[in-house]
């Protein structure tokens, strides 16, 4: 009997164990709230009635650069560059093999370094001098390339130049005018048949009315939709108030989050695996009814009257 509980209680459990895998860890992290990076047009006029049309564009980047930093120091000027340009060279003649590659070295900085001498005196407290130690340069490597798989055979390449820090990486398409033109044509047609629509429920032709169109477009980079969360559990633990518990360290971890499609009337490739630019447009009509318009309708002020008791008829004054 109790290995028939034992079962039983595993298989209602079962389906909660496989929902919390498959949403992923990051809702171990409580309260997760995304931003919001969805489009909203204003209109001239708050009063107007507004039919809108939004889009949304998935564009696969074809051209990436990444940014590699590294710190170099030396006991003097000469020997500083030198030693950063064993590291550099190395890495630009690796990466120039590649086709459809480009480098450029950018120069951060070059500054003394200072380290402290004591100066030590009979009748007073220590004193603690600056004093040059040496120099530091910092630069950062610009490699870009179009092949996104070239990104693991670069990391290898800058580490065996002990360059281990990357920046970011940038993305940008050649395609991204067109991407526009391709949101401008899809939500053109959506507009003109929810105008229709709205002709054909409401019988009203909406020449007495007026009109005016405003478009908006905003374009999302990946670098800009990354997030952080911890996946961590922590267990409860009884009669802690004289202990002494040592906490781990937890690790952050980063994730792609791109916009959630849940407000678009349309979006274009709206499957994405890897991360792509997003291109968000809204188009939007505002529409006022004429004053003078033979459609408007004069609502006249109600007016109130009584008898008296003589049978006389008067206006009553109601505010």
């Known amino acids: 009997m109790k290995n028939q509980l034992t079962s039983t209680l595993l298989f209602l459990l079962a389906p909660i164990f496989l929902i919390a895998q498959a949403s992923g860890n990051i809702n171990y992290h409580q309260q997760t709230q995304l931003p919001d990076k969805h489009i909203n047009t204003p209109l001239s006029s708050p009063k107007d009635f507004a039919i809108s049309v939004k889009g949304l564009y998935n564009l696969q980047a074809d051209n990436y650069v990444a940014i590699f930093n590294l710190l170099q120091v030396g006991s003097n000027s000469t020997e500083v560059n030198r030693l950063i340009d064993e590291r550099i060279k190395p890495v630009e003649a690796a990466v120039n093999k590649h086709p459809n590659t480009t480098f450029f070295i950018d120069m951060i900085s070059f500054v003394p370094v200072y380290e402290y001498e004591v100066e030590k005196k009979v009748f007073s407290k220590k004193t603690y001098n600056e004093v040059p130690k040496g120099f530091a340069v910092q630069k950062n490597l610009h490699i870009g390339y179009n092949d996104p798989d070239f990104l693991n055979t670069l990391i290898a390449i800058c580490a065996d130049a002990e ?6 990486v940038d993305y940008s398409s050649d395609s991204l005018s067109q991407a526009k033109e391709t949101l401008r044509s899809e939500a053109d047609k959506l507009l003109e048949a929810k105008l229709q629509r709205y002709k054909t429920l409401t019988s009203n032709s909406l020449n007495d009315f007026d009109k005016h169109l405003v478009e908006s477009v905003k374009i999302l980079y990946p670098i800009e939709q990354y997030q952080s969360y911890q996946a961590s ?3 409860a633990l009884p009669n802690t108030k004289s202990a002494n518990i040592q906490q ?4 952050s971890s980063l994730y792609y989050q791109p916009i959630i499609p849940k407000e678009f009337d349309f979006v274009v490739n709206a499957t994405i695996v890897e991360p792509v630019i ?9 529409i006022k009814q004429q004053a003078n318009s033979p459609t408007t309708t004069t609502i006249k002020e109600k007016q109130y009257f009584f008898i008296t008791p003589t049978g006389d ?4 004054p109601i505010k």
Request: avoid cysteine.
């Open 163 to 168: 360059i281990y820090d990357l920046i970011r």
């Open 233 to 235: 559990s922590n267990a």
């Open 248 to 251: 781990a360290q937890k690790m």
């Open 278 to 286: 997003q291109v968000v447009y809204e188009v939007k009509i505002g």
């Open 313 to 316: 008829i008067k206006p009553l």
